[in-house]
Each structure stands twice: as C-alpha cells, then as structure tokens.
C-alpha cells in the first residue's frame, strides 16, 4: 500500500513538473491588448503559458543589458526592427533559423536569422478633428507644416531614448534632408517648441489625441488606425516629404531560459493562421507575400516613404550618437 501511495505521488509529482515547465517568458512592445490575445491563442493551442511584460523598444534593449549576466526573458516578440538590430549589435540576442520564417522576403529578415520582420507600419500623424476646429487650426500634412508656430504647445511624441517610434522619426529626418544631421537637428530643435511633452511609448501619444488631450501626435498609423475605428474624432495624414516606417521585429534573448518553448512561439507567430489573424484584427500588414489585409489599414504602397537602411539606422554606434545628440541639444534643454 505504501509502495502504491509513493508512485502514485511520484507520478503526480512528475506531472506537476511538466505542467510547471510549459512556460515561456517574453517581453513585447506589441499593444497589450494584442499581446494577450495573441498569447492567450498560443496558450490554447499548445498548452504553453507565455508569461510576458510588456515595454517599449528602448526599455527592452536596456532591459537585456542590464540582464545579459542573467536573462530573464527567453524570446522579444514586437518593436521597430532598429531596436533588434541594436541588440543583436549589442550581443543581446541568439540566431534563430526558423522554417517558418522561409516565407519572409530577404528584405524584412535578418540574413544571419537574429531577428525576423513580423508587419511594417509607416509613421504618420493623427489630430483630433473636434480639438483643431475649437483652436482654429488645420491637421498637419507635411513635415514642415509642425514647425508651424500655431502648433506651439500642441504636438506630442514619444521620447527617442525609450521609444523605437520616436528614434525612427529621427531617422526619417536624417533622409529627408538626405544625411545632412546638422539639419536635422536643427528641425528637431525647432520641432521642440511645439511638442508639449515626450513620452516613454510611441503608441501614447495617439491615445492621448483620440481623448482630446492634445490635438497633434506623431506615431504609427495602425495606432491610429485602432483608434479611429474605436470611434475617436481624428484625422490621419501622411507628410507629403515622404515618411520612415517600422519593420516590428521577433528575436530570441541569447541565454534565454525557456529556448525550447521561446523556439515554438516564434515558429508559431510566423506561421499559425490564427496568430496572423489576430496582427491582421490591428491593422497590422504583414510582410509575407500575399497576406490577408485588413481594408482599413494603411500600406506602404499608398503612401510616399523614404529609403531606409535599416543596417545603418539600427547599428549602436549609429544609434548611440544621434540618440547623445538629441539629449545633449534638446532633451536636457527641457
């Protein structure tokens, strides 16, 4: 009878182990809402509990490095590929040859599979219809048109040292005055007298414009996009210059604890139906050719965008300088 009490308690024990050990840890610059849903399918079709904190792209990179002796996430799912690109730089993240990942053009992954492109997104601006007719101003469509002083106190993004989004304006300017960072920076000063505040998320900004907080933000447009279907007052307008847009990225943490699990949630965002349902249900577009789109959301191909080098944009020494520069002439100015 004893003999029979300790292996049934032995086979308990082994089961409660099991159970215990289907558990991945990520972190996620996706929106929450989507990050759970998303996670929650995963769970229901493998068993496997993701258990996830959810950041913007500059928080993750610091994250990591500050983690990098002991990771505590085995897989980052969501953020502008600059950020990824940043951290592979950094030795912060593993390669990964997925199978799921051979329908991703050559363009939108990482050719020594560090990171892969999961949708693109192209930076725009949104502004609250019923805020701009009670101040007497018209939605910006250009680049140029920020500057103008009527906006002053009424424009916010997010602030480049935690936020992907807002590094990413940086680099668009860098284009459109084609390298010339003495320009740039020179908009970005005069920009500053417009912005009200920065924030740390690059999807704040346009939650803020959809409650009328503020009636100008800078961000991506399937943020937007969101909240304009949710029933928000507002506009979105592309700038007329060309604008910069994200590639949102999926890399496994190097030293990752959960790596076998962290690999089928990777193979699984690429591949299940289900998961690419739920990007497409965000107005996400998905980079894998022939994708189903959701009719709202806003492509690449509708729009004018510059010529980005990602390689270029997400490399540290790149990244770090302009990042020192920006708060050595403007952040530390406010």
């Not at 792209?57 to 980052?76: D, F, H, M, T, Y």
């Not at 860098?174 to 690059?202: C, F, H, M, P, W």
């Not at 939650?207 to 996009?225: C, F, L, M, R, T």
């Amino acid at each position: 009878m004893k003999r029979s009490v300790l292996v049934i308690a032995l086979i308990a024990l082994a089961a409660s182990f099991a159970v215990a050990q289907q558990t991945v840890s990520a972190y996620t610059t996706l929106e929450e809402p989507l990050a759970k849903a998303l996670f929650d399918k995963f769970e229901a079709e493998t068993g496997i509990k993701v258990s996830f904190v959810r950041l913007s792209g500059g928080e993750v990179v610091a994250r990591l490095e500050a983690e990098k002796a002991n990771p505590q996430a085995s897989i980052w799912v969501g953020a502008v590929g600059l950020d990824h690109i940043t951290a592979k730089g950094k030795g912060l993240t593993t390669p990964y040859k997925s199978r799921a990942a051979s329908k991703t053009p050559a363009e939108f992954k990482d050719k020594e599979n560090y990171w892969v492109g999961m949708y693109v997104g192209p930076l725009t601006f949104v502004t609250n219809t019923k805020r701009a007719a009670e101040l007497g101003i018209k939605a910006p469509t250009s680049w140029a048109d920020l500057l103008k002083p009527e906006y002053k106190g009424m424009i916010r993004v997010a602030n480049p040292n935690t936020s992907g989004t807002a590094y990413n304006v940086i680099t668009t300017l860098r284009y459109i005055y084609k390298g010339d960072e003495q320009k740039v920076y020179d908009y970005l000063k005069k920009l500053d007298a417009n912005i009200d505040q920065y924030t740390k998320s690059g999807s704040a900004p346009g939650k803020s414009v959809a409650i009328g907080e503020i009636p100008i933000a800078i961000g991506y447009a399937h943020d937007q996009v969101k909240l304009k279907a949710g029933g928000a007052p507002v506009v979105i307008t592309a700038p007329k210059e060309g604008t910069g847009y994200e590639l949102a990225s999926m890399s496994l943490v190097a030293g990752g604890k959960d790596a076998v699990n962290a690999k089928k949630l990777y193979d699984w965002i690429l591949s299940s139906p289900v998961a690419q349902k739920e990007f497409v249900n965000y107005y996400l577009v998905l980079v894998t050719p022939g994708a189903e789109k959701h009719p709202d959301a806003l492509s690449l191909k509708e729009i004018k965008t510059v010529k980005q080098d990602f390689l270029w944009d997400g490399d540290p020494a790149n990244r770090s300088r302009l990042l020192k520069r920006w708060d050595d002439e403007i952040g530390s100015k406010r």
